[in-house]
């Protein structure tokens, strides 16, 4: 059973495949107000029960090796853009045991961030806070902010 970022790269090692981990790096922001301060900000949403708000910080990508490790990944993250909060992992491989390249890297990322936006993110893919504890979400629903004026991330 999946616990830590390193059992999911020793995972993958394990198999003698070439995997690549997809990491989509997000901020999150307690959800403002209350429900007529959220009404008023997002005009048609049942925002009734969220929590919390998410946006896309970055994604980034890389092949699984050995000596991977979630501080080795935090540090890499924190010398791009440090202000995250979670990291949504998935992992990618080819059919045929070729390694991913850079475009089908961007590929795989643009679906996953379409499938976090969507609320379709995976159960079974981890997530993890700065400090490498593993996270779940109790549930999720994009927001749609075409009539606010303003712009998802």
Partial sequence: MLKTFEDLVDGCLETGRPFHLLY??????D????GADREALFPGQD????DSLGTIAFDAHEPVKPGLTFERMRANADNYHPHWDVVFVMTARNADDSPVNDEQASEFLADMRERIMSGDFPDWAPIFDRNGALKSIERSRPVDLSDTGRQAN
């Fill in 24 to 29: 989509v790096y997000m901020r999150l922001a």
């Fill in 47 to 50: 925002m009734a029960d969220i």
């Fill in 31 to 34: 959800a403002p107000g209350d």
